[in-house]
Structures are given as structure tokens and as C-alpha cells.
């Protein structure tokens, strides 16, 4: 019987699952991500040993929530039109969950759904918001990620440097200025430095213009609707391999 096929638990801007398959598949049974954000590569590997690194503290903490959490008490949260309407019991983590879920590809949690989300709401689209069917893709996958493990830290994440499949993808250098933790905050001289020595397998995903390793052309993916007006993104790659 195949393993249960994972889809994110929440829609973040620049987010890899969809383009995942397209990256070489993992060498080692440790995958790490430096720039966790929704962890859309180590989804389509979850049942590998999983390290998350997150600057982003509501990121780390929807995170954490999730490795812990039960299906039953996600099933329980209600659905609602706008965050503040969830019920007390209900963990700040949880509700920065829910927040992600009211829009799609953005940076930090909102707190309700937006017009053009409401209306394809009503046309039928069944994952619009907190609505049943997204809560139930969150209880049904949460039980698959009990062994992963996150930490709030940036890239270095203290000097360690263990032999892995290592799948980085930064805030881009030239179109990563939405994010909370932007890339105009990055030294990428240093980071990509920092890429070279990584033990194992090397994965560095980026934007076509970008510098600060040796990119090679790699794809035109859909982009978020946050980052290119064509709809889609000229991505480029450097590995070690």
C-alpha cells in the first residue's frame, strides 16, 4: 500500500510544493530546510527525517502546533468568517493556521477572507477559507509529521552541518522584499558561502538574475499571485551534485 500523498497545510508566498517533483529527489534520509516557510519539498518527502529552520516565529509556532496537535481537536476548530470569531480554546498557533488559510500565497496570517476569495467560495471552490474540506486536509496529514522536528533559528542554525539532503530556498535576491524577514536583511556573499560547505546534497533555489552562486536555468513555474504579474517565474538552480 503507497504512503498517504501530503498537500500543504497552508498557502505562503513563494511556496515549493507544486514545483517540488521537478528537484531532485532527496539522497539522504535527513532532509533539512534553512527556509522552512510551508515546507512544500520535505512534503513530498515527509516520511524521511525532517529538520525545519524558521526565522519567522508564527511560522515555527503553526509548525510546532502541527507536529503536535490531534486530527480530533483540528476537526473541532469551527468554521468561521474571520479569525477573531474562533472560540477561546483555540491556541494563538492555531488561529495564525487558520489565518493562513483565509487567503492564498501570503506572508503572515490574515484575518478573514478576502472579496475575490469569497466568491469563488460561492462558485463552489470547497478549500476557500477555513472551510470543512481545508480543515480536513490538515486532521488527516497531521499524524504523518509527528517525527519532524522545527527550530526557531536563522540559515546557520548554530554552526551545524550534518550529512543531508539540504533544500534551500531564501528569500529571493531580487524579488524577496515581502516577506516579514526580508532579503535585503541577507548577505548573500555570505550565504552563499555558507550553501558551498553544507555536507551532503546541496539544493539552492532561486530567481533568474540572481548572483550570488553559480545558477543554472531550471524551470518556469506558476507564480504566487503576490510576485509576478505574468503568472508565472523564471527559476534557476545550483547544486553540488
Known amino acids: 500500500m503507497s504512503p498517504p500523498f501530503l498537500r500543504p497545510f497552508w498557502r505562503y508566498y513563494g511556496g515549493k510544493w507544486r514545483a517540488a517533483p521537478r528537484y531532485p529527489a532527496p539522497t539522504h534520509?535527513?532532509?533539512i530546510e534553512p527556509f522552512a516557510g510551508a515546507a512544500g519539498y520535505s512534503l513530498r518527502h515527509y516520511q524521511r527525517r525532517v529538520h525545519l529552520i524558521e526565522k519567522y516565529p508564527v511560522v515555527v509556532g503553526i509548525w510546532r502546533y502541527l507536529i503536535g496537535v490531534s486530527a480530533a481537536e483540528v476537526r473541532r476548530?469551527?468554521?468561521?468568517?474571520?479569525?477573531?470569531?474562533?472560540?477561546?480554546?483555540?491556541?494563538?498557533?492555531?488561529?495564525?493556521l487558520v489565518g493562513f488559510a483565509m487567503n492564498a500565497a501570503t506572508v503572515s496570517p490574515c484575518k478573514q477572507l478576502s472579496s475575490g476569495r469569497r466568491k469563488l467560495r460561492a462558485l463552489g471552490r470547497i478549500f476557500e477559507g477555513w472551510s470543512p474540506a481545508f480543515r480536513?486536509?490538515?486532521a488527516s496529514q497531521v499524524d504523518h509529521i509527528r517525527h519532524w522536528k522545527?527550530?526557531?533559528?536563522?540559515?546557520?542554525?548554530?554552526?551545524?552541518?550534518?550529512r543531508a539532503t539540504w533544500f534551500i530556498d531564501p528569500p529571493y535576491q531580487r524579488m524577496g522584499n515581502h516577506y516579514v524577514h526580508a532579503s535585503n536583511a541577507i548577505d548573500f556573499g555570505e550565504l552563499g558561502r555558507w550553501c558551498r560547505r553544507r555536507l551532503g546534497?546541496?539544493?539552492?533555489?532561486?530567481?533568474?538574475?540572481?548572483?550570488?552562486?553559480?545558477?543554472?536555468?531550471?524551470?518556469?513555474i506558476k507564480a504566487s499571485s503576490m510576485s509576478r504579474k505574468s503568472g508565472v517565474s523564471q527559476e534557476v538552480i545550483w547544486t553540488n551534485r
Not at 476548530?77 to 495564525?96: A, C, F, K, N, S
Not at 539544493?203 to 518556469?220: H, K, R
Open 29 to 31: 534520509g535527513m532532509i
Open 150 to 162: 522545527v527550530y526557531e533559528d536563522d540559515y546557520r542554525w548554530r554552526g551545524l552541518n550534518p
Open 136 to 138: 480536513e486536509r490538515v
Open 201 to 220: 546534497q546541496v539544493i539552492v533555489c532561486e530567481n533568474a538574475g540572481a548572483d550570488w552562486l553559480p545558477f543554472q536555468s531550471f524551470a518556469t
Open 77 to 96: 476548530i469551527p468554521y468561521v468568517e474571520h479569525v477573531d470569531e474562533l472560540p477561546t480554546w483555540v491556541p494563538q498557533e492555531g488561529r495564525w
